[in-house]
């Protein structure tokens, strides 16, 4: 677990609840991708941790398609650039690689503070370092030979008929 995801649960330990999920397939990642994405909301902020190829941008992929409401949106990787953002009728989206980061002060010419007022989705980020915001929906996804494990730590809100 990345040092601010633990951070987090410290912080909000009473209000916390946690589940873990196997995905079989990257369908089934998709699906519960498009759960969560159903109930996030102004604000929310998922720390989506995992070693290269572990199925975070899939995850980011099947988050935003599914909010948006076109799942042939396309959706790249933001390995170059950074950050990539989606603007939706009633929110933006805002989708970050963190792993080219120089430090947390870049940050800033990322529209980091902007992107507040949206829905954050953040891979790699350990980079965040003191940056790391204090409330946020843990995704951490573990690839296994038979699929992925998907760890999920955060409010109690995101589990509500969770499966
Ligand atoms: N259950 C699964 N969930 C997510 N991705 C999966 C799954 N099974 C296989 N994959 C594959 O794993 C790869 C994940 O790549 P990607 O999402 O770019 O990883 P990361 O962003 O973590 O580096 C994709 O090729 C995807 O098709
Ligand atoms: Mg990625």
Partial sequence: MPQCCASIKLMAQSRMAESTHFLATEAETAALAGKLAARARPGDVLLLSGPLGAGKSAFARAFIQARSGNPTLEVPSPTFT????????????????LWRLTGPDALHELAWDEAQAGIMLVEWPERLGNMCPAQALAVTISPNPAGREIRLIGEQRWFLDAS
């Fill in 82 to 97: 950074l950050v990539q953002s989606y603007e939706l009728p009633d929110i933006i989206i805002w989708h970050y690689d």
